[in-house]
């Protein structure tokens, strides 16, 4: 299997501390399969978000087998709640262990990229990306595992003149992870832990060094997935609850209380797949 890319790094630990706080806003969202060579739309609705539209909405259609063509994914056709349109195509099926991909918003070729995933060799990934009509304006990373860490690295065409890259590692040994990122010309680290203290309990935590925030750090705990509970340095409690009404029928719920501010705020989740 492949390394996760660089800046899934952290992941193990921001699932615990970011994934699934709906604080504010109430949202449904709707998924459904279909026949049509397995294609599938999504649907998202933000309930009373705007004061010009109630109901401002996004699309998103990932066609496995676009049009019965078996060598193309359109991993995602999208049109947000503006009007603006998002495509994403990979084809994995040119060389053995690569993967290409292309990323437009059907409105300036300008914002056009195209990419490969190079995943040949064991335990390596390496991913390339640039402009289509400016290819030295590229982006890049490289992340390798090993039996107890993960390690990454992540440049962009700022190398060519001196730049540095970024750079990362996690290690995951038993039910302890840890990763540190290193960004912004080595001035910026980011620090990541978790620690499954039961089955059912998981704890984790983070904490930036150097940059504009730097200082700030989170703390969370995590019950079952389904219960959370966080902390941060701006003296802000989040809390949240998961839970299954029915198969394919889920609601989230959360709050955010700031104690500095005074201000109490919650949204609502319904997911419907």
């Known amino acids: 299997m492949a390394p996760v890319k660089f800046d899934d790094i952290p992941?193990?630990?921001?699932?615990?501390l970011a994934d699934d706080y709906q604080t504010s806003g109430?949202?449904?969202?709707?998924?459904q399969k279909t026949s049509w060579g397995g294609a599938v739309?999504?649907?998202?609705?933000d309930v009373l978000a705007d004061d010009k539209c109630a109901t401002p909405s996004k699309l998103t259609w990932k066609l496995p087998?676009?049009?019965g063509c078996p060598f193309i994914c359109v991993d995602k056709l999208e049109m947000d709640k503006g009007g603006k349109?998002?495509?994403?195509?990979?084809?994995?099926?040119?060389?053995?262990?690569?993967?290409?991909?292309?990323?437009s918003d059907l409105a300036d070729l300008n914002k056009a990229f195209?990419?490969?995933?190079?995943?040949?060799?064991k335990n390596l990934q390496v991913k390339m990306e640039h402009k289509l009509v400016k290819p030295m304006d590229f982006t890049g990373e490289v992340t390798y595992a090993c039996p107890v860490a993960v390690c990454g690295m992540k440049f962009t065409s700022a190398v060519l003149s001196g730049g540095l890259p970024d750079f990362g590692v996690r290690m995951f040994k038993g039910p302890m992870f840890a990763s540190i990122m290193a960004k912004e010309k080595l001035s910026v680290y980011t620090?990541?832990?978790?620690?499954?203290?039961?089955?059912?309990?998981t704890v984790a935590a983070t904490y930036q060094h150097g940059g504009k925030a730097s200082g700030n750090f989170s703390l969370a705990m995590s019950c079952k997935g389904l219960y959370k509970l966080k902390v941060s340095q701006?003296?802000?409690?989040?809390?949240?609850?998961?839970?299954?009404?029915?198969?394919?029928?889920?609601?989230?719920?959360?709050?955010?209380?700031?104690?500095?501010?005074?201000?109490?705020s919650y949204g609502l989740q319904v997911s419907v797949e």
């Open 11 to 16: 992941k193990v630990a921001t699932e615990v």
């Open 26 to 31: 109430y949202v449904l969202k709707a998924k």
């Open 41 to 45: 739309l999504s649907t998202q609705v």
């Open 65 to 67: 087998v676009p049009f």
């Open 85 to 103: 349109y998002k495509l994403e195509a990979s084809l994995d099926k040119a060389c053995p262990g690569m993967k290409l991909d292309c990323k």
């Open 114 to 121: 195209i990419g490969c995933t190079y995943t040949g060799i």
């Open 191 to 201: 620090a990541h832990c978790m620690y499954q203290a039961t089955p059912e309990v």
């Open 234 to 264: 701006d003296q802000s409690v989040c809390c949240s609850v998961k839970h299954s009404v029915a198969k394919g029928l889920t609601v989230l719920a959360g709050a955010k209380y700031s104690v500095v501010k005074g201000d109490l």
